[in-house]
């Protein structure tokens, strides 16, 4: 077995506290980290500390003068400094100069066993002793597998129009548009009416008539469209159809805006009838009605503020980073 010296370089304890150089005035009690040399340095508030000093350094001498630390891994409780007010039973999170804070961020390190009233308090501390808290950096936090960027995490904003308010998910996420085709204009007249069933809950947003590869030629023809919920007009949604609308394939003639009465329940049907009409002779094309599938809006909405919730309550167990 060949003799490697630099093994014999290496040591461990077995106790809660062990000492290192420190060449810097720190105060005492404050958190410490090791620096490049393996000298004692305040760990600020997104780095990791071996530890909280036991007795104040002071810069001076020849050679840095060794200073007692009460290691993270330590039993029972220990002191720390306070960067601010902090109640009894609080939370306490790093903070800068090698003090805490009841300010979340990153992993809370404990909870404060006592009151600190002003920055410069020295308290006791519980720490906790959650292996996840030994991942903790500035960059990373782990906790039973998860993995979260420290920069702030960004909450969902809801627009579904959903019934649970969450806080940005798109607009358009529940609308869909559907199409019924409508094969020969000629068959438009007064009393006709077209429905289909959409099978959810929800609202119609608007109304249009696409022209189909046949346009209609023969000048002076109409129809009047009124969008119907539940076999009932709504309120508003007017298509206004005459030759020289439906005179270019693919062109949409856009009804007028939506007011009220849109609602339909699951089972429900959604369509059109028509109200009046000069019969055209030729052409054809489809109705295009825009639906907000209140089933999906309100799934979207109640996801949002579960996730909502989940992201402020692990905010307030100090596993995300602010």
Not at 292 to 309: G, I, K, M, R
């Amino acid at each position: 077995m060949s003799y490697d010296p630099a093994a014999t370089a290496a040591t461990h304890i077995d106790g809660h506290f062990r000492s290192f150089p420190a060449p810097v005035a720190i105060s005492q009690y404050a958190r410490v980290k090791l620096d490049g040399s393996g000298n004692l340095a305040l760990a600020g508030a997104d780095d990791l500390e071996v530890g909280e000093i036991w007795e104040a350094a002071f810069t001076g001498g020849i050679l840095p003068p060794a200073r007692s630390v009460r290691l993270v891994t330590s039993m029972g409780t220990t002191k720390m400094i306070a960067a601010g007010a902090i109640g009894v039973m609080a939370q306490v999170f790093r903070a800068a100069n090698g003090q805490i804070t009841a300010t979340p961020h990153g992993f809370a390190l404990g909870f404060a066993l006592m009151t600190a009233t002003a920055s410069g308090d020295v308290i006791e501390v519980l720490r906790y002793t959650d292996p996840g808290d030994a991942n903790a950096s500035a960059a990373t936090t782990s906790v039973a597998g998860l993995v979260e960027e420290a920069a702030a995490v960004t909450s969902l904003t809801d627009n579904t129009t959903g019934n649970n308010a969450g806080t940005t998910l798109p607009v358009g996420a529940p609308i869909i548009t559907i199409s019924i085709p409508i094969p020969a204009l000629s068959a438009l007249a007064a009393g006709v009416n077209v429905n289909f069933d959409p099978g959810f809950n929800g609202k119609i947003v608007s109304a249009g008539f696409r022209t189909g590869p046949t346009p209609a030629s023969t000048s002076g023809k109409s129809a009047t469209l009124l969008p119907t919920a539940n076999g009932s007009p709504v309120s508003g949604g007017t298509l206004a159809l005459t030759t020289a609308s439906s005179s270019v394939a693919g062109a949409l003639t856009s009804g007028s805006s939506i007011t009220g009465s849109n609602t339909f329940t699951s089972g429900q049907s959604v369509g059109a009838s028509v109200s009046g009409a000069t019969a055209f002779i030729e052409g054809n094309g489809a109705i295009e009605l825009k639906l907000l599938n209140q089933d999906l809006a309100d799934a979207l909405a109640a996801n949002a503020l579960a996730v909502n919730t989940l992201l402020a309550n692990m905010r307030t167990a100090g596993q995300l980073h602010s």
